[in-house]
């Protein structure tokens, strides 16, 4: 069965990139998208079709997806980004990856 | 604005059955296609059924199928979900979540809007 695996966690400090990766295979064929989610709050969208923003997220959040790995970028990381992000695609059903803890250092 | 809101959870013991319900608003529930997604206490998010937007079309996850039937009443805006020989590892928060894409066929590229969530404890 079609998995997506992601890092456990990632540590980034203010100001900085945060690089999120998620691999699965020919995950580049598939589209993919990324959702946020804060403690105690249910899952916000931030990519999705691979690249593409819902509207109010912020232009610091992008993604790509190529070959075997998507990857969500967060640009100027800033405290409240600090969250756990699942990337998610489709392979006749859908798909989550394990998430992973954004820690914002 | 759109609105999902859950309802229908609560204590039921194995072997038992509980139906959630997800009332919709602010959009034309029928062009969208819809989803189950659960989290376990402290676990990941987890993909439980969807369901496309008019033509009936339904998918389950394994760890559900034959257990679980997703169902809509677009009249009603709302989203079902009956789940029968319920287990210790279907406790989680359920959510319901809509299709980003306009069209109603489960494309599975992304929700764009989600419920509260709704707990569900499976325990005797």
């Known amino acids: 069965s079609f998995e997506l695996t992601q890092p456990p966690s990632v540590s980034v400090s203010p100001g900085q990139t945060a690089s999120i990766t998620c691999s699965g295979d020919k995950l580049g064929y598939k589209y993919a998208c990324w959702y946020q989610q804060k403690p105690g709050q249910s899952p916000v969208l931030v990519i999705y079709q691979d690249s593409k923003r819902p509207s109010g997220i912020p232009e610091r959040f992008s993604g790509s997806n190529s070959g075997n790995t998507a990857t969500l970028t967060i640009s100027g990381t800033q405290a409240m980004d600090e969250a756990d992000y699942y990337c998610?695609?489709?392979?006749?059903?859908?798909?989550f990856g394990g998430g992973t803890k954004l820690t914002v250092l | 604005e759109v609105q999902l809101l859950e309802s229908g959870g609560g204590l039921v013991q194995p072997g038992g059955s509980l139906r959630l319900s997800c009332a919709a608003s602010g959009f034309t529930f029928s062009s969208y296609a819809m989803a189950w997604v659960r989290q376990a206490p402290g676990k990941g998010l987890e993909w439980v059924s969807a369901i496309s937007g008019s033509d009936g079309n339904t998918y389950y996850a394994d760890s559900v199928k034959g257990r679980f039937t997703i169902s809509r009443d677009n009249s009603k805006n709302t989203l079902y979900l009956q789940m029968n020989s319920l287990r210790a590892e279907d406790t989680a928060v359920y959510y319901c979540?809509?299709?980003?894409?306009?069209?109603?066929?489960?494309?599975?590229?992304?929700?764009?809007?989600w419920g509260q969530g709704t707990l569900v404890t499976v325990s005797s």
């Open positions: 979540a809509k299709d980003v894409i306009l069209g109603g066929t489960v494309r599975g590229v992304g929700f764009d809007y």
């Open positions: 998610q695609a489709w392979d006749s059903n859908v798909v």
